[in-house]
């Protein structure tokens, strides 16, 4: 032991494997032989051409560099909103919304089974009236928003569509991204409301109206990262993922949408963890295997419906509450390798979130963290600068195929709702994540400061605490409005939704209408409970 640092060797009988996280053989050395028949210009090409191997813009960063967003929300939406205009002038040029677990489901911050959950994970959004204390002073055709939300996605994009028309803001040039996609939730992450083929309506609606309404918005981002934080590998990610797009794609097909006209507005969510060439490899052949999917299976005919196109966070799960600081750098590495990816928006994990939410000193590390590897580091003066490494092209092809035998497997099940009805991804993604911890507890796997190089003693590290009278206040807000609203109104909009519900029409516009008349989050969702069911989660064991 040396300056209190322990280590603890592996066993002397245990050979060292040399591997990715998906269990990809590494080579001691590549060369040409590993790319023996690979055609540069088919598997690779060029920036901002078919197969967008290299990226999805011709100029990459130098054009533009990739959104810089830091994910937050907390307590209340003055809490949050405060938050938002220090990370505005801090540099970041993007928002993202955390929202707190009653929004995420559908509830009030009323209701009995909200106790205690009021603002502790994001923020809490009830009204109308939230939406425009969370956005207060920031003017919403100005800047981009990222909503991290799903099975509420259509009530949560009506309020913000509202709180623009409040504002004066011009509704078709809002900006942003709704995640919208429920399918994850079923498999990973367990906020859902609605069975499956009622929720994937309310995804299409969605597509449909804000074809129309809200343009230059990004109707759904397609989530691989839950399921990557829950414990799939690389490769699962991207099959998982891209299956789930797929699916999507067909539902919208199905309800009659133009796929050149929605296509291009779908976007993608992906982890990033610390296997630096194992990621960067990963977000290339998922870019590469979405070209190929929209244009040989789906036949969509514009470039801008084949374009993969990505925001990345780094990874969660990957930062540990034992010596925190150290998340700095895993952060760093994993935003570099999003970069190297070729990512369009990238959120950067602060080092305390193993601990808590995130301080403004953490938050404001992780958005430098960024800045520096936009501003100082050189990688963003040339687009894809590994392409052509025997190593890096190796695994990006090995990734694909990989990836292809997911999905034939997937296909041949019946598709990705038959897949997830059997329990097949969840299992899949169980087993990883078993095989993971295995790993690291049997230390094939090192996870500094935690199976190795541990400290006798840790410092402390301030953490952020939320105030507890939040959730009585934001209560009384909710209570208040709905004594003060007009009645009237308020349940005819709701009867509209109701009607819309069961006859099949668009629910978008008769969302923002209850919205605009005071009907709360948790009210439009059990009306629509009412109308659809609730889903019960069949246990995987």
Known sequence: MADGVKTQPAPATQEPKFETTSKIPVEKLYTPANLEGWDFDQAVGYPGEYPFTRGVHPTMYRGRLWTMRQYAGMGDAEESNRRYKYLLSQGTTGLSVAFDLPTQIGMDSDSPMALGEVGKVGVAIDSIEDMERLFSGIKLDTISTSMTINATATILLALYIAVAKRQGSEVKKLSGTVQNDILKEYIARGTYIYPPTQAMRLVTDLFAYANKEVPEWNTISISGYHMREAGCTAVQEVAFTLSDGMTYVQAALDAGLDIDKFAPRLSFFFASFSNFLEEIAKFRAARRMWAKVMREHFAAKSPKSWMLRFHTQTAGSSLTAQQPENNIVRTALQALSAVLGGTQSLHTNSFDEALALPTEQSARIALRTQQIIAYES????????????????????????????????????????????????????????????????????????????????????????????????????????????????????????????????????????????????????????????????????
């Open 378 to 541: 050189g990688v963003a003066n040339t687009a894809d600068p590994l392409a052509g490494s025997y190593f890096v092209e190796s695994l990006t092809n090995e990734i694909e195929k990989r990836a292809w035998d997911y999905l034939n497997k997937i296909k041949a099940m019946g598709g990705m709702l038959k897949a997830i009805e059997r329990g097949y991804v969840q299992q899949e993604i169980q087993n990883a994540s078993y095989d993971f911890q295995q790993s690291v507890e049997s230390q094939q796997q090192v996870i500094v400061g935690v199976n190795k190089f541990r400290l006798e003693e840790e410092n402390p590290v301030p953490i952020l605490r939320i105030d507890e009278s939040l959730e009585k206040k934001q209560i009384e807000r909710t209570q208040a409005l709905r004594a003060r609203r007009d009645q009237g109104p308020w349940r005819e909009s709701l009867t509209k939704i109701d009607d819309a519900a069961r006859h099949g029409q668009n629910l978008m516009p008769h969302i923002i209408h209850a919205v605009e008349n005071y009907a709360t989050v948790g009210e439009i969702s059990d009306t629509l409970r009412k109308v659809f069911g609730e889903y019960k989660e069949a246990v995987v064991i």
